[in-house]
C-alpha cells in the first residue's frame, strides 16, 4: 500500500509541475505574434524529429 501512496504523490507532483509548466508556455505565447509561434513550433519539430543539422533558421 506504501508504494501506491509513493507513486500517487509522484504523480500529484508530476501533474503540479505541468500545470506550471502550461502556464508558463501559454503567458510566453502571448508576448509574441501567431506567425511567431507558428514558426518556433515549426522549428521545434524540425529539431525533435531531426536533430539539430535539421532545423532552418530562416
Do not use: F, Y
Amino acid at each position: 500500500m506504501k508504494a501506491a501512496r509513493t507513486l500517487d504523490s509522484c504523480c500529484d507532483a508530476l501533474a503540479e509541475v505541468l500545470r506550471g509548466r502550461w502556464a508558463d508556455l501559454r503567458h510566453n505565447e502571448s508576448l509574441h505574434s501567431p506567425s511567431d509561434n507558428e514558426r518556433a513550433r515549426h522549428r521545434c519539430r524540425q529539431l525533435i524529429d531531426g536533430g539539430h543539422g535539421a532545423v532552418n533558421w530562416d
